[in-house]
């Protein structure tokens, strides 16, 4: 930009330039000053204000500025147009301001809310309403919205308030309107004349300025965007669900019952699982597993996960030997993905219940006197880490015991140590007595689980009741060592003979019981190795044949050909039992068994 042209408008600039003139223009040697010519016009009268007082000198009158910079500042000043500026706030009036804005506005004065005014949009929505009346008269739309007593406040303190997404019926409009008011003290002035002409104004009222700004298309925007959530959550929680188990599967000495609650309001899948495994010979497997994160990913990965560890506990394996197999196919599933396991199983005739837990939380089991405590170590590191054996532990559960498996939402929280949240879980754990559907309840609310709790929440409640009265005559267990030679067999058929008798079976189911014992003491006698043992056990559902041996090969069935001598033992039991199996046992050696299911009734 030049800024010649403007020089004369800067106060530095004019001194400078009166400097210069000054030092530019010749001085006489002596004498008086000279005598300005006669055709040099007389300086002008220096201006005064409307009252009087004269002005401050400008650049022009006191000849600072040089004639040549003075004249082309003066040529400037006569190019510029001057533009009219608009009228000010104050000039305008309520009704030149408020008349024109869309929000509902009214204007109401004392204590008794007398109305002053209302704008054509208020009008439009509500009609014209008659100006002195008192607001529960004259606005009672306001009354019905519950803003009356909001005024009083503002009224009484000064302050304003807000309240949000006010419902207004439609009528004879095409769909419901919602508004948000904000009422604000203001101060009325009075209208008519003063009282006294010598008072320069009357003393003002106060007043409520009630202002209703439209939000219906946000709210309608807010609640479809709430529907569609919730329509997505709700796909979200069942594809989470529909990963889990239906229906638990109940065994027939313990009580089981799970339950689930998803984390947060968002539409994210977790990964929180479980399961309940029947292994047959009245053993029952319990899982509970987490795969951390949430989304579409950790779900499929927690799938996967659960439907191998099915596969894996058909073969009967031990907990550790299970957890193993699974840290090998997590690697190879998703080797970002942490994933943590606890893999668990109930032998009813040894009352303990063993695990291994891959970077689990420990089990919580409580007694029959109620007291609860964690089982202990091992613990290995979560799954698909490799490069670690995991290894089995054991914790009594006699009858009359409870234990918990869960995952960390129930017991995590940001401001506390996990430690704590499994304390506070003991303590809830040692009084929540009932049912295991109703402890899992219990448990929930004690550790303070809601909708909006923002982790998964899987909770496995397992109990081994103490059975009495007519219901301990459905169990019973019977068993017998067999030292080998000859009269092993005899002995056998004939201790399940007296035993299959004395509880008294059909005639059917008793010759059959005694061919299956028979059938399996002499495979065991032919293949297997010392000690062994005949174990029949009985429940409310089924009868189930067991025998065990020193070694630690697992029969298969084979086909034998007409010319075999032997081989069709296990053909035999598998073809008159209901289900057959075989497994490793801790110490070294194998059991074989078969079960029988009782007819209902």
């Not at 807010?222 to 188990?245: I, N």
């Not at 056998?492 to 010759?511: I, K, T």
Request: hydrophobic content about 40%; charged content about 20%.
């Amino acid at each position: 930009m030049i800024f010649t042209r403007w020089s004369a408008k800067f106060p530095g600039t004019q001194r400078r330039a009166a400097a210069r003139s000054d030092r530019a223009a010749p001085r006489p040697a002596s004498g008086p000053p000279a005598t300005p010519p006669a055709a040099a016009p007389a300086p002008s009268a220096t201006p005064a204000t409307a009252d009087g007082a004269p002005t401050a000198p400008t650049a022009a009158t006191t000849g600072s500025v040089p004639a040549a910079r003075a004249e082309r500042a003066d040529a400037a000043s006569q190019e510029l147009t001057p533009v009219a500026l608009p009228p000010t706030v104050d000039a305008l009036s309520v009704h030149d301001i408020l008349g024109t804005i869309p929000a509902l506005v009214a204007v109401v004065y004392g204590p008794e809310h007398r109305l002053a005014y209302v704008n054509g949009a208020y009008a439009t929505v509500f009609g014209p309403r008659p100006a002195g009346h008192t607001a529960r008269e004259a606005l009672p739309e306001l009354d019905e919205l519950g803003l009356l007593p909001l005024m009083d406040q503002v009224l009484r303190s000064g302050k304003p308030r807000t309240v949000k997404s006010r419902k207004i019926p439609g009528g004879d409009r095409s769909r419901d309107a919602y508004y948000t008011f904000t009422c604000t003290p203001i101060e009325v002035a009075a209208s008519g004349p003063a009282p006294d002409p010598e008072v320069a104004c009357v003393a003002p009222h106060k007043g409520v300025l009630v202002f209703g700004a439209e939000v219906t298309d946000q709210i309608e925007s807010a609640e479809r965007l709430r529907v569609s959530e919730a329509r997505q959550r709700e796909a979200a929680v069942t594809l989470q669900r529909s990963l889990l188990p239906q229906e638990l599967e109940q065994p027939d000495d313990l009580c089981v019952a799970a339950t689930y609650q998803p984390g947060g309001t968002d539409a994210a899948v977790g990964g929180d699982w479980y399961d309940v495994i029947t292994l047959g010979g009245g053993r029952t497997a319990l899982v509970i597993g987490d795969v951390m994160g949430r989304g579409v990913r950790a779900a499929a990965v927690m799938g996967q996960l659960r439907t191998a560890v099915r596969a894996y506990a058909r073969l009967d394996l031990p907990p550790h030997e299970v957890l193993q197999l699974l840290d090998g196919l997590a690697a190879e599933i998703d080797a970002s993905q942490i994933a943590t396991c606890v893999y668990a199983v109930h032998d009813p005739n040894e009352g303990r219940l063993v695990y291994a837990s891959a970077g689990h939380l420990p089990i919580l089991v409580r007694d029959p006197q109620g007291t609860v405590r964690r089982a202990a170590e091992p613990t290995g590191p979560p799954l698909g880490t490799g490069g670690w054996l995991h290894t089995s532990g054991s914790v009594p559960l006699a009858p009359g015991s409870s234990a918990v498996l869960y995952t960390d939402g129930l017991v995590e929280r940001r401001d506390k140590d996990i430690d704590e949240g499994v304390e506070a879980l003991e303590r809830a754990f040692a009084g929540a007595a009932g049912a295991p559907d109703i402890v899992c309840d219990r448990l929930l609310r004690s550790l303070g689980i809601t909708a909006t709790h923002d982790d998964d929440v899987a909770i496995l409640v397992l109990q081994h009741p103490e059975r009495t009265g007519h219901e301990a005559e459905l169990f019973h267990n019977a068993a017998l060592e067999l030292h080998g030679g000859t009269e092993a067999a005899p002995r056998a058929r004939a201790f399940a003979s007296g035993v299959l008798a004395s509880w008294r079976f059909s005639p059917e189911l008793h010759d059959l019981g005694v061919l299956a014992a028979s059938e399996l003491v002499a495979n065991s006698l032919q293949h297997g190795t010392p000690p062994m043992r005949l174990r029949l056990r009985r429940t409310d559902r089924r009868l189930i044949i067991e025998v065990t041996d020193g070694d630690d090969h697992l029969p298969r069935r084979r086909r034998a050909e007409p010319a075999d001598e032997a081989g069709r033992g296990i053909s035999i039991v598998a073809t008159i039992a209901s289900s057959w199996g075989s497994r490793r046992t801790p110490g070294g050696g194998k059991a074989v068994w078969c079960e029988f299911a009782l007819p209902r009734g």
